[in-house]
Every structure is written in structure tokens, then in C-alpha cells.
């Protein structure tokens, strides 16, 4: 049996070429990112060590590699929106459905890549992210153990080196004098302190930077006197005055890689199978503490024994000691040995209390560190998934926005990442310490995100507008009373000419429907409670807007630019400003009676009453003026 032949077709290429590109920049951008959290992080390790720059070279390197994990994810995110977008915002996204290519066909390429990226992560993160994890933080172990670079400030104590405070009041850059120059030496214990005191020194380093040279020069120089005996009050020192000086400073200068082979107990220095036998090896051992900690506390505490032989038994029956009543022994003895029996209990109450709040500590410290030898097992699969659920979330919403470029789609993004961060984080914190389930707290962003898009993907199939802001910005003019102004252009090419005769006579009943409404419902007034929340359409006032809308459109075809410069003049007419907020009558109750949404409905349907007021006096200006103006200009 033959297997069909897989056929990749010219637009599938086309696809995959227009994501690959912009993932190969997002990718490098996300790294950028994310590798300048992490030297955010350790900047305060980095300062004043003085670190080689091949150093600072495997550093960045390793950093590299560890995050590529984290930033695959986003990067595909913010490079499906932005293909999607690029896509409908050329029109080549309508092209390919105009030709009977359904969206969920044109995903699939970069599906493809996408799933591919996720095994990529998985490989990453199984095999070469422990690596580099490892020697990330044996990099960092080696520099936290460096001693700083010595660059002593002026006007301040310098302490970066053990067991030397030094002051300098002013240091001369070009000669490299230093003035006023303070020395306290306590290398030898706070006991054995000296204090030098100088006008003026130099200092330099030896060539392999194990020892500070300080030269002095005109000082005096403080120190005590050893004296073993310990009731003196007065502890005699020595003082010396000198015109010259070395001090001799042992410093470790030099960057030194040290072991750090002991780092691969961190869960996020092992691959899963080495996970696996940690977390095994952690349970047993948490589970054999835990149950001595248990023995003791029956012992020590309730003095019972966990274990028992046929003779502690027999002895313990024969004597009657398990009925034994201990409140009527209390009650027979007397009030010293009460006193003495409470005092007793209370310390020991107190010891237990010490002993099991240490027990309890190493136990929390030993159950956090094996949830995060768990959560990081599944890390490995979660995160591969990200890779296919952001492309999953990011290609419907590109071709919902219809966005292309670093605007929307980065504004997105960043919103859909930071929700991510966020889940991911929270739930990592409470299942590590223990307060939620492990497979909850590893997997509440995957299922938080996954629904999110398969609603996307569903709505981009169905070319909903969820994310169209032009939808978004027409309702919420609606609902606080703005409106755009009308737009009429004179148009170069008119097929059909107005009816000027026609409209004449239209705008003369828009002019006396105007004023009879105004009197008639009296706008002047402010509207009851009934008119707010159970008035229903206004055909009167749907019958004036819409007269108005089809005049203004069929003179909108004039050639007269007086002619389209009234036109602009006519207010857009609110007619649903007037009517109920809801076509339900018990949710117009509802909203009447519930505080403080009727004041609200109420204050909006005023404003829209008096707003009406004014329009309806435009139009009836305009409507005169227009007339005017044709005959005026001989229209009809």
C-alpha cells in the first residue's frame, strides 16, 4: 500500500516564509528581553568585581541558551499576530478566503512550525537548558565568591575588603596621591584592631592581585596591647609615628571558576529522568524525617511509645497504668509541688514548642524544594505547549485586528504575556509552598490560555468583530451621547443630479415637523420617570430623522459647493436617546429601582433631551437657510 505523497503547495511556502521571517526577529528581541531580566537580577554580583570580559562573555552566552525556552513562546505569539495582521491588513488574508481557503487551511503551515518549535523547546529544555542552567549558576557562585575590584570612593568608608575599613578624604586621578588616608585593621580581631592615620599615600597591586600595596607617608599608627587580664578596666595601646609606611593588604583579586558540581541538586540543572530520581529520593527522605519527627513527638511529648513488647504490656496492665487518672493526683498534692509541677511543664512546653517549630521549618524547606522539583517536570511539557497555544491565540487575533507592524499586535502581546506571567507565577508560589496541588499550580495558565484560543480561532472562522475598534468606538459614542460630525463631500463624478424641486418641498415639512415637535413635547422641560424608563420608539421623531437622512443623502449629489457646505451644517439626530435604555420591561424596572444606575439613566436621558432641543433648532435653521440658498441660486 502506497502512502499519499505530501504535496506543500506555493502559498503554503509563502506562509511559512512570512512567519519564519518575523519570528527570527521577535525570537531575538524576546531573548533581548529576557536576558536583560536576568542581568537585572544579578547587577548588583556584577559591580566593582572587575570580571574579565570573556567572563562577561560566557555569562551572556549561557544566558542565551537557558532563556530560550521563556522567549519561544512570546516570540511566536507576537510574530503569528503580526503575520495575520500583516495579512489582513494587505488584504492577502481576504484574497485567500475569497478563494475558498478557509482560515483553519491557512494556519496550518505555520501550525506545522509551531509544533515543531514546541518539540525544539522540549529539547531545549530537557537537555541543553540543564546544562547551561548549571553552569549559569556556577558562573554566578564564582562571582558572588570574588572579592570587588578595589576602588576605593572619596569622602566615604570603603569595606569591601575582610576585615579593612579604609578612608581616603581626597584622591589626586592624575598622580594617584591619596590625602588624608584612615586605616582601620581589624584582620586580627576587634581585640587586636589597628588604626593608621596618614596625610598623604599611594596605592598599588602586586602582578598576580593577591595583595594591596598601600605606601603612607607622615603618620601615626594605633594599636593595643595584647593583655589576657580580664579585670582591667583600662586596656593599655601602643602609638607609633612614622614618616613612611607599607601595609601590606591580602586581597583576592582574580575571577576563579570554582566547583560547581554541588548546583546539580537544582531542579532546574536536571533533565526529567534526573528529576524523577530526585523526587524520589527527596519523598523517601522527607517521608523518613517525617516519621521520626512523629516518634518523638510520641515519646516526648505524650510519652507513648510507638512500640511496644508483650512484657511493657503485661507490666503496664498488671499496674493498672492505662486507666491512670492524673487530675487526682494533681489534686492531692500539694500547693508547692502544683507550683513546681506548672513551672516544670510550662519550660517544658516551651522547649517542645522550639523543637517543633525547627522540625517544622526543615520539614516546609524540604516539601518546597520537592514541589519544585515536581512543578519543574512539568514545566518542561507546559511550556512546549505554549508554543502552540500563543500561535493558536496570536494568528486569530491577527486576523481579527487586521494589524500589521509593531503596534497593535506588540500592544497584544504584551497584554496576553503579562496575563500569562502572572497566572504562571501566582500559581508556581502556591503550589510550591504546598497550598494548592501541583498538577493545578503547573497547569492553571495552560488552561486558562487554551480556551482563550479556541474561542479566538472559533471567531476568527466566523469573521466576528470582538477586537474591531471601530465597533468598540461606535458603542461607546452611543452610550455616552457623542457623535461624529457629518461628513458630505463634493463628489468630482455625479450620476444622478438632486431633485431640487422634490427636495424643496421635503425641506419645508422637515422645517414645520421640527417646530411642532419641539412645542408638542415640550424638551424645554425636564422628562418624567415613565417617558425615561417606558417610552418605545418615537415615530414622529424616527419619521423626521429619517426624512432628514435621505434628503441630505440625495442632495449630497449636488454639484453646488453653498449647497454642500449647508449640508454639513445638520446635526446626526440621537433618536434612541429619548426611548427606554432596554426593549425588557422588567429590565427597565430593575434599572429604575437598582441605585445608583436609574440616577445615571436618568441624567443621560436629560442630557439627550436638551441636546435634542438643539438639534431640532439647527435643523430648522439650516432647513430655512437651505431653501433660501436654492432659489437663491436658481435651482429650481
Given at each position: ?11 503554503d ?27 537585572w ?29 521563556e ?90 575588603i575582610?576585615?579593612?575599613n ?5 584622591k ?20 587586636n ?23 603612607l ?35 583576592d583579586g ?10 546539580k ?14 523526587i ?13 519527627n ?9 510519652n ?6 508483650s ?9 493498672n ?21 506548672k ?12 523543637d ?66 502572572l ?5 508556581y ?52 451621547g457623542?457623535?461624529?460630525?457629518r ?22 415639512e ?9 412645542k ?10 415613565s ?8 415615530n ?25 457646505q ?7 439626530l ?29 441624567v ?6 436638551f ?16 431653501m433660501?440658498r ?7
Amino acid at each position: 500500500m502506497k502512502l499519499p505523497r505530501l504535496y506543500i503547495k506555493k502559498l503554503d511556502w509563502f506562509i511559512i516564509k512570512s512567519f519564519v521571517q518575523l519570528l527570527m526577529g521577535t525570537f531575538f528581541i524576546c531573548l533581548f528581553i529576557f536576558i536583560m531580566q536576568m542581568l537585572w537580577k544579578s547587577v548588583d554580583e556584577f559591580v566593582g568585581k572587575g570580571l574579565d570580559f570573556t567572563v562577561l562573555a560566557q555569562f551572556f552566552s549561557l544566558c542565551s541558551v537557558a532563556v530560550v525556552a521563556e522567549a519561544l513562546p512570546l516570540a511566536i505569539l507576537l510574530a503569528s499576530l503580526m503575520t495575520f495582521g500583516n495579512f489582513g491588513e494587505r488584504l492577502e488574508l481576504l484574497a485567500m478566503k475569497a478563494a475558498g481557503i478557509p482560515l483553519i487551511r491557512i494556519m496550518m503551515p505555520i501550525m506545522a512550525v509551531c509544533i515543531i518549535m514546541g518539540g525544539v523547546s522540549f529539547y531545549f529544555q530537557n537537555v541543553v537548558s540543564p546544562y547551561a542552567q548549571m553552569k549559569l549558576y556556577t558562573i554566578l557562585y564564582s562571582i558572588k565568591q570574588t572579592s570587588p575590584e578595589v576602588e576605593i570612593p572619596e569622602g566615604v568608608f570603603y569595606d569591601q575588603i575582610e576585615g579593612y575599613n579604609l578612608f581616603v578624604q581626597k584622591k589626586d586621578k592624575e598622580t594617584g596621591m591619596l590625602y588624608k588616608v584612615m586605616i582601620y585593621d581589624m584582620s586580627a580581631g576587634f581585640e587586636n584592631a589597628n588604626i593608621l592615620v596618614a596625610d598623604s599615600g599611594k596605592i598599588t597591586t602586586t602582578p598576580d592581585d593577591k595583595h594591596l600595596i598601600l605606601q603612607l607617608f607622615t603618620g601615626e599608627q594605633f594599636s593595643n596591647i595584647v593583655d589576657q587580664g580580664v579585670n582591667k578596666k583600662n586596656v593599655p595601646y601602643r602609638r607609633e609615628t612614622f614618616r613612611k609606611k607599607v601595609v601590606v593588604i591580602p586581597i583576592d583579586g582574580g575571577f576563579d571558576m570554582k566547583d560547581g558540581s554541588f548546583l546539580k541538586a537544582n531542579a532546574k540543572s536536571q533533565n526529567m529522568l534526573e528529576l524523577e530520581e530526585s523526587i524520589e529520593s527527596l519523598t523517601h527522605y522527607t517521608d523518613s524525617i517525617g516519621r521520626n519527627n512523629w516518634r518523638g513527638a510520641m515519646r516526648t511529648t505524650f510519652n507513648i511509645r510507638t512500640e511496644y513488647t508483650s512484657q511493657d504490656t503485661t507490666f503496664m496492665e498488671r499496674n493498672n497504668l492505662f486507666s491512670l487518672n492524673t487530675d487526682s493526683v494533681y489534686n492531692t498534692a500539694t500547693s508547692l509541688n502544683k507550683k513546681l509541677w506548672k513551672k516544670a511543664h510550662l519550660t517544658k512546653i516551651k522547649q517542645l514548642k522550639t523543637d517543633y517549630e525547627i522540625k517544622n521549618s526543615i520539614i516546609y524547606g524540604l516539601d518546597k524544594d520537592l514541589n519544585k522539583h515536581k512543578i519543574t517536570w512539568w514545566d518542561k511539557i507546559t511550556l512546549s505547549l505554549a508554543c502552540v497555544i500563543f500561535f493558536f491565540i496570536g494568528a486569530p487575533l491577527g486576523a481579527i485586528v487586521r494589524k500589521g507592524g509593531l503596534g497593535y499586535p506588540v500592544l497584544i502581546s504584551v497584554a496576553i504575556f503579562i496575563l500569562y506571567y502572572l497566572l504562571n507565577t501566582s500559581a508556581y508560589k502556591m503550589a510550591r509552598a504546598g497550598e494548592w496541588h501541583i498538577w493545578v499550580g503547573s497547569w492553571l495558565s495552560t488552561l486558562v490560555l487554551a480556551p482563550m484560543g479556541i474561542l479566538f480561532t472559533y471567531q476568527s472562522n466566523k469573521d466576528s468583530a470582538i477586537f474591531n475598534t471601530d465597533a468598540y468606538k461606535a458603542f461607546f459614542m452611543s452610550l455616552f451621547g457623542i457623535r461624529e460630525k457629518r461628513n458630505v463631500t463634493l463628489k468630482e463624478v455625479v450620476i444622478d443630479d438632486p431633485d431640487y424641486n422634490n427636495d424643496y418641498k421635503i425641506l419645508e415639512e422637515i422645517h414645520q415637523e421640527a417646530r411642532e415637535y419641539k412645542k408638542r413635547n415640550k424638551l424645554k422641560k425636564l422628562p418624567s420617570i415613565s417617558s425615561v424608563f417606558f417610552t418605545t420608539d418615537d415615530n414622529k421623531l424616527l419619521s423626521l430623522n429619517e426624512k432628514l437622512e435621505n434628503t441630505i443623502e440625495e442632495m449630497g449629489n449636488s454639484r453646488n459647493k453653498k449647497v454642500i457646505q449647508l449640508l454639513n451644517l445638520f446635526p446626526i439626530l440621537a433618536p434612541e436617546g429619548i426611548k427606554s435604555p432596554f426593549t425588557i420591561k422588567w429590565l427597565n424596572i430593575l434599572s429604575l429601582v437598582i441605585f445608583p444606575i436609574g440616577i445615571i439613566i436618568y441624567v443621560r436621558a436629560v442630557r439627550f433631551r436638551f441636546r435634542l432641543l438643539k438639534d431640532l433648532v439647527t435643523v430648522e435653521q439650516n432647513s430655512k437657510t437651505l431653501m433660501e440658498r436654492i432659489v437663491k441660486e436658481k435651482l429650481i
